[in-house]
Structures are given as C-alpha cells and as structure tokens.
C-alpha cells in the first residue's frame, strides 16, 4: 500500500484520521513533536513510524521515506493565548516547509486541512489563510488538495472548543451558560464523516485532475448556534443548566450566515452517514463514559 505522510496525529482529528489509514492498510508516517501527548494514539504507536520534528533535520523524513502523499492536519487555533509567531510558525511555516520538500523529493499529493472560517476572525484564521495563498501558488508542481472544514466535533475533542464546551456544560450540568444571541448559523459535522471525506479523496485522488483543487466538506444543512445548544441540551436531558442567550456580545466580523457546497465532495462519493441529532447521540454517550 501507497505511505501517507501524517501531521496533526495526535490530535482529534489526526488520530482519528490515523486510525483509519490503518485499518485501510495504509503505511502511515507520522510527524510530531517530542513532547506531544500521545495519549489519543498510544494503542498505535507501534503499528506507525514517527519521527519527532523538534529534535531531527525534517527533510531526513523525506531522504528516508518513498513517501506517496502528504495529509496535514496539524494546527495551532490560537486558544491558549499562544503569540503570532507560534501560530505563524504551526500554521504556515511548518506546512510551508513540508510542501517545498514534497515537491523538492516529488511527492505526488499534498492534501491540506483548511478552515472555511473568515481570514479577518482571528490569527488561527488568517495564519491558515495566508499558507493558502502558497499553497495555490505551487499548484502547478504538485496535486495541492484543500479541504475546507466546518465545526466538526465527536469524542475525545479539544476541551477548548465550542462544541466540547456545551456538550460537557450540559452532561455535568452547570448552573448556567452565557452565550451570544446564537443567531449564527454553521454546520455541525461528525468527526466520522470528515474522516470518510478524506479517505473518499484518497481513493480517488489519482482520477483528479493535477493542481489546486478546493472540497467543502460539511452537513448538508446548517443550524443556529442556538438551536445547536438547545439540541443538546434535549439530548442529554438537562433541565438544570441556565442558558443566558445574549449575555456575550458578538465578535468583531462575525460571520453570522455560510454557504457551503458538497455537490463536489458527493460527486466523487462521499455521502453523510450521521444527522447532527445521531453524532451528538454519539459523542454524548462516549462522554459520559468517559467522565
């Protein structure tokens, strides 16, 4: 089988998509930093090769491997107060150096996770941004792959994003939330269905025509952050937790409504396997277990 190169294996969505590069049979490679928890991946780690990028020459990864296509999904979101310099660093110098190598050692796919958030939200967003412009820009030497993901969410996520936030808010049932009108509208993915996305692109990347090429991958229908939070909270029964809608203004440029178009993800495939009500079921349960 063809060997991926993997970065971002060790968190949600890397360790997801790690997993099932495995169970396809796929030679996985991973890059990491010595210090990365690797507690979402520990029952793999011997089924993998890893070399951690703080401690090596990263283009030895390269001169070592007869690698097929790169997947990167490592990211700084910028929710720790992390400075400019470490998010620029995570999310354009890293991928950016990772791609001039690839074409330098003629890889012939690089598949990039982007983000459909607007570039002017915040660092995270225009970091990821700024390397798409390289990323487009050296199209015509190597197949440069993008996926543009929306909110997508499942267990064992990030404790600091959104989504983890309301769901644990409301099996622990805390008194009370504050939160903005949730107005905004977004599309809420299961993590299982973003990982299908990915491996539906693989299969088919061959069949692609060469240079940039762009997939939405999201639910075929969005949802106010509202009506998200009180999905929620039906769902996990709680009748407790106090939810102050309008307590939080809304960010600066809030992107209050998006479009997004699947029709070229389906074209080749892919097909959503869970409804929002399914996922949330889902991740709900695993939580609890966990907890």
Request: proline share 1%.
């Amino acid at each position: 089988m063809k060997t991926i190169l993997l970065t971002g294996a060790t968190g949600f969505l890397g360790s997801h998509l790690l997993k099932r590069l495995l169970k396809e049979n796929y030679n996985v490679i991973v890059l990491k930093r010595s210090f990365s928890n690797t507690f979402r991946i520990a029952d793999h780690l011997t089924d993998i090769k890893s070399y951690n990028i703080d401690l090596i020459n990263l283009e030895d990864v390269f001169k070592e491997n007869k690698i097929d296509t790169v997947i990167h999904c490592a990211t700084n979101y910028g929710r720790n107060n992390e400075s400019h310099l470490n998010i620029l660093q995570s999310n354009l110098i890293l991928p950016l150096t990772i791609l001039q190598f690839s074409i330098k050692y003629n890889i012939k796919t690089f598949i990039n996770t982007d983000t459909i958030i607007d570039k002017n939200i915040n660092d995270y967003s225009l970091s990821k941004n700024q390397f798409l412009e390289w990323f487009k820009k050296n199209a015509d030497l190597i197949q440069t792959i993008n996926i543009s993901l929306e909110h997508f969410y499942g267990p064992n996520d990030n404790k600091t994003k959104f989504t983890t936030f309301i769901i644990d808010s409301m099996i622990k049932k805390i008194h009370s939330v504050d939160l903005t009108f949730g107005e905004q509208k977004r599309y809420f993915i299961y993590i299982d269905d973003v990982v299908e996305a990915f491996l539906t692109i693989l299969k088919n990347k061959n069949s692609l025509e060469h240079g940039f090429i762009n997939y939405e991958v999201a639910t075929d229908k969005s949802i106010s952050i509202k009506d998200f939070v009180l999905m929620v909270k039906k769902i996990t029964k709680n009748t407790n937790t106090v939810i102050n809608f309008g307590k939080i203004p809304y960010r600066n440029n809030e992107l209050m409504d998006c479009k997004i178009d699947i029709t070229k993800l389906e074209n080749i495939g892919w097909k959503q396997q869970f409804t929002l009500e399914e996922g949330l079921k889902k991740t709900i349960n695993a939580e609890r277990n966990n907890l």
